[in-house]
């Protein structure tokens, strides 16, 4: 079945480093991808999403591009922020039942 | 604009015990749906719903039941707590079911002794 694999965490930075979460997926068809942040004590929030190979979603300075050759959509950001701490998580769209798949999480934790 | 709002936002029980997870949403969406989240797991979807009088089954629904009388609500009902079933649950809604923009509830922290 389908399913996203994202890279095991927590992964520590400092302020102003690059970042890069893997996330890899195994999809029949031609899934949606997705970004979704959640910060301590808060829901998960859309952070961004690419619909069709070679798209690049982009919010906030992260970045995304759907690679359809490596079933792949890391996410980027060139320059993290303390307030980017928080778990990342990489999911899917149109599965069997047509609903979201995640992957595990990664947990970024930035210091100043 | 309240979104989607869940209570209570923490609870514990008893091995045994029954409860009802509320879950109401004020954007008109058709579509809702339960996660759990535990750790190293990431989330796993339990129930959802396409519309009101309509669920369906997700990933994990055993030991949980739902019920769509109408299009804001969307409880989860834990018929006889076990221990396995610690866990934060999401309740989230989406316009349309295959979006994939979910927008999820803060969450409700279970534990059960």
């Known amino acids: 079945g389908d399913s996203v694999t994202q890279m095991e965490g927590p992964v520590t930075l400092s302020e102003e480093a690059f970042l890069t979460i893997n996330c890899t997926y195994t999809a029949t068809g031609y899934p949606s991808l997705f970004w979704y942040v959640q910060y301590p004590g808060e829901g998960l929030q859309l952070l961004l999403k690419a619909t069709k190979a070679d798209d690049k979603g982009s919010n906030k300075g992260f970045e995304a591009t759907y690679r359809k050759e490596t079933t792949s959509f890391h996410l980027e950001k060139g320059s993290v922020q303390v307030s980017d701490s928080a778990v990342y998580f990489c999911a899917l769209s149109g599965g069997s039942q047509g609903n979201l798949i995640f992957g595990k999480g990664t947990k970024l934790s930035v210091k100043p | 604009n309240a979104g989607v709002t869940q209570t209570p936002k923490f609870q514990v029980l008893k091995t045994g015990q029954s409860m009802t997870l509320q879950c109401a949403q004020d954007?008109?969406?058709?579509?809702m749906s339960w996660y759990r989240q535990d750790p190293g797991m990431g989330l796993r979807l339990i129930h959802y719903s396409v519309g009101a009088g309509i669920t369906d089954q997700g990933e994990v629904p055993n030991g949980y039941n739902v019920s769509r009388s109408t299009t804001e609500d969307f409880p989860l009902r834990l018929l006889s707590a076990a221990p396995s079933q610690t866990s934060v649950y999401f309740c989230?809604?989406?316009?349309?079911?295959?979006?994939?923009?979910?927008?999820f509830g803060e969450g409700s922290r279970l534990t059960v002794l």
């Open positions: 989230a809604s989406t316009p349309r079911r295959a979006t994939g923009e979910l927008f």
């Open positions: 954007m008109n969406h058709e579509y």
